[in-house]
C-alpha cells in the first residue's frame, strides 16, 4: 500500500506561481515512477508530468518549459513548480505513484489538490 497527501494547491492569477507537493509513505526509491495528473471539468484526466526512481522526467507539451517535477528524497516528496500559469491549467491535480513487484504493478493516487488560475 502507497499513501499519498497532496498539497499546495490554490488560487493564483495568470502569470502567478504554484509549488504542489505530494508526501508519500513509501520511500521514493521504492517506487517505480511518480507524477502528476489535473483533470479539468469536463474533460478527462491528463498527464502532466513523471518523474521514475531513476531521475528521468518526463512532460506534457502544454507544461514544457513552465512546471519542473522534482523530489525530495530525504522527505519522500515529489513536488510540481509551476511558473508563467495560465487559466487552461485549472484543475483538480492528482499525485501518482506506480508500485512495482515482480508480479505486479500498481497504481495509487492521492485525494488531489485544486489548482485555478484566474485571468
Known amino acids: 500500500q502507497v499513501q499519498l497527501v497532496e498539497s499546495g494547491g490554490g488560487l493564483v492569477q495568470a502569470g502567478g506561481s504554484l509549488r504542489l507537493s505530494c508526501a508519500t509513505s513509501?520511500?521514493?526509491?521504492?517506487?517505480?515512477?511518480m507524477g502528476w495528473y489535473r483533470q479539468a471539468p469536463g474533460k478527462q484526466r491528463e498527464l502532466v508530468a513523471t518523474?521514475?526512481?531513476?531521475?528521468?522526467?518526463n512532460y506534457a507539451d502544454s507544461v514544457k518549459g513552465r512546471f519542473t517535477i522534482s523530489r525530495d528524497n530525504a522527505e519522500n516528496t515529489v513536488h510540481l513548480q509551476m511558473n508563467s500559469l495560465k487559466p487552461e491549467d485549472t484543475a483538480v491535480y492528482y499525485c501518482?505513484?506506480?508500485?512495482?513487484?515482480?508480479?505486479?504493478?500498481?497504481?495509487?493516487w492521492g485525494q488531489g489538490t485544486q489548482v485555478t488560475v484566474s485571468s
Open positions: 501518482n505513484a506506480i508500485l512495482r513487484t515482480p508480479t505486479l504493478m500498481s497504481d495509487y
Open positions: 513509501r520511500t521514493i526509491f521504492s517506487l517505480y515512477r
Open positions: 518523474i521514475t526512481s531513476g531521475g528521468g522526467t
